[in-house]
Nanobody, 129 residues
Framework: QVQLVESGGGSVQVGGSLRLSCAVS????????INWFRQAPGKEREGVAA????????LYADSVKGRFTVSRDNAQNTVYLQLNSLKPEDTAMYYC??????????????????????WGQGTQVTVSS
Protein backbone atom coordinates (compact mmCIF):
# COMPACT_ATOMS: atom_id res chain seq x y z
CA GLN A 1 0.00 0.00 0.00
CA VAL A 2 1.43 3.34 -1.06
CA GLN A 3 1.64 5.89 1.72
CA LEU A 4 2.81 9.49 1.40
CA VAL A 5 2.99 11.46 4.62
CA GLU A 6 3.75 15.17 4.55
CA SER A 7 5.04 17.14 7.51
CA GLY A 8 6.82 20.37 8.32
CA GLY A 9 4.11 22.90 7.60
CA GLY A 10 3.29 25.75 9.93
CA SER A 11 2.64 29.45 10.33
CA VAL A 12 5.42 31.87 9.46
CA GLN A 13 5.80 35.55 8.71
CA VAL A 14 6.61 37.01 5.33
CA GLY A 15 10.19 36.24 4.41
CA GLY A 16 10.36 33.17 6.61
CA SER A 17 11.33 29.62 5.71
CA LEU A 18 9.99 26.12 6.13
CA ARG A 19 11.15 22.67 5.15
CA LEU A 20 8.48 20.23 4.13
CA SER A 21 9.05 16.48 4.16
CA CYS A 22 7.25 13.69 2.34
CA ALA A 23 7.88 10.25 3.83
CA VAL A 24 7.28 7.53 1.26
CA SER A 25 6.43 3.89 1.91
CA UNK A 26 5.09 1.02 -0.16
CA UNK A 27 5.87 2.69 -3.50
CA UNK A 28 7.59 0.42 -5.98
CA UNK A 29 9.69 3.29 -7.31
CA UNK A 30 10.76 4.41 -3.81
CA UNK A 31 11.26 8.20 -3.90
CA UNK A 32 11.44 8.54 -7.67
CA UNK A 33 8.67 10.51 -9.38
CA ILE A 34 7.41 12.00 -6.10
CA ASN A 35 6.63 15.67 -6.68
CA TRP A 36 5.03 18.62 -4.90
CA PHE A 37 1.73 20.43 -5.31
CA ARG A 38 -0.33 22.97 -3.40
CA GLN A 39 -3.90 24.14 -3.17
CA ALA A 40 -5.04 27.44 -1.77
CA PRO A 41 -8.63 27.99 -0.59
CA GLY A 42 -10.94 28.51 -3.54
CA LYS A 43 -8.24 27.70 -6.07
CA GLU A 44 -7.32 24.67 -8.12
CA ARG A 45 -4.48 22.42 -7.12
CA GLU A 46 -1.26 23.41 -8.85
CA GLY A 47 2.15 21.90 -9.38
CA VAL A 48 4.98 23.49 -7.42
CA ALA A 49 8.15 21.47 -7.95
CA ALA A 50 9.34 18.32 -9.65
CA UNK A 51 12.60 16.40 -9.61
CA UNK A 52 13.79 14.12 -12.35
CA UNK A 53 13.30 10.45 -11.55
CA UNK A 54 16.58 9.18 -13.01
CA UNK A 55 18.65 12.26 -12.41
CA UNK A 56 18.84 15.52 -10.52
CA UNK A 57 17.18 18.02 -12.82
CA UNK A 58 14.43 20.05 -11.23
CA LEU A 59 11.66 22.31 -12.41
CA TYR A 60 9.43 24.78 -10.62
CA ALA A 61 6.30 26.80 -11.08
CA ASP A 62 7.18 30.35 -12.12
CA SER A 63 5.70 31.69 -8.90
CA VAL A 64 8.23 29.84 -6.73
CA LYS A 65 11.37 29.83 -8.86
CA GLY A 66 14.41 30.97 -6.95
CA ARG A 67 12.66 30.55 -3.61
CA PHE A 68 11.74 26.84 -3.36
CA THR A 69 14.06 23.85 -3.69
CA VAL A 70 13.06 20.22 -4.13
CA SER A 71 15.38 17.38 -3.12
CA ARG A 72 15.25 13.77 -2.02
CA ASP A 73 17.07 11.36 0.26
CA ASN A 74 16.99 7.83 -1.10
CA ALA A 75 18.31 6.33 2.12
CA GLN A 76 15.55 8.00 4.16
CA ASN A 77 12.82 7.39 1.54
CA THR A 78 11.93 11.06 1.87
CA VAL A 79 11.38 13.93 -0.53
CA TYR A 80 11.84 17.49 0.68
CA LEU A 81 10.65 20.92 -0.32
CA GLN A 82 12.58 23.87 1.09
CA LEU A 83 10.49 27.04 1.13
CA ASN A 84 12.38 30.34 1.46
CA SER A 85 11.39 33.99 1.21
CA LEU A 86 7.79 33.04 1.80
CA LYS A 87 5.00 35.33 0.67
CA PRO A 88 1.32 35.52 1.72
CA GLU A 89 0.37 34.04 -1.66
CA ASP A 90 2.28 30.87 -0.75
CA THR A 91 -0.39 30.11 1.85
CA ALA A 92 -1.88 26.75 0.89
CA MET A 93 -2.12 23.08 1.70
CA TYR A 94 0.99 21.41 0.31
CA TYR A 95 0.87 17.86 -1.01
CA CYS A 96 3.31 15.34 -2.35
CA UNK A 97 2.08 12.93 -4.99
CA UNK A 98 3.16 9.92 -7.01
CA UNK A 99 2.01 8.51 -10.35
CA UNK A 100 0.88 4.91 -10.74
CA UNK A 101 3.81 4.38 -13.13
CA UNK A 102 7.01 6.35 -12.73
CA UNK A 103 7.63 8.80 -15.54
CA UNK A 104 10.29 7.90 -18.09
CA UNK A 105 10.78 11.45 -19.31
CA UNK A 106 11.06 14.91 -17.78
CA UNK A 107 9.16 18.03 -18.65
CA UNK A 108 6.80 20.77 -17.51
CA UNK A 109 3.86 18.37 -17.74
CA UNK A 110 5.16 16.84 -14.51
CA UNK A 111 3.45 19.73 -12.70
CA UNK A 112 -0.01 18.64 -13.86
CA UNK A 113 -1.94 17.15 -10.91
CA UNK A 114 -3.94 14.91 -13.24
CA UNK A 115 -0.81 12.85 -13.93
CA UNK A 116 -0.71 11.58 -10.32
CA UNK A 117 -2.52 8.74 -8.59
CA UNK A 118 -1.31 8.69 -4.99
CA TRP A 119 -1.58 11.69 -2.71
CA GLY A 120 -0.64 12.48 0.85
CA GLN A 121 -2.97 14.15 3.32
CA GLY A 122 -1.19 17.48 2.99
CA THR A 123 0.54 19.89 5.33
CA GLN A 124 -0.68 23.45 5.84
CA VAL A 125 1.56 26.43 5.20
CA THR A 126 0.30 29.83 6.34
CA VAL A 127 2.28 32.99 5.66
CA SER A 128 1.22 36.18 7.41
CA SER A 129 2.30 39.74 6.82
Amino acid sequence: QVQLVESGGGSVQVGGSLRLSCAVSGYRYRVNCINWFRQAPGKEREGVAAIQAAGSSTLYADSVKGRFTVSRDNAQNTVYLQLNSLKPEDTAMYYCAAPSTCFASFGSWLLQPSKYTYWGQGTQVTVSS
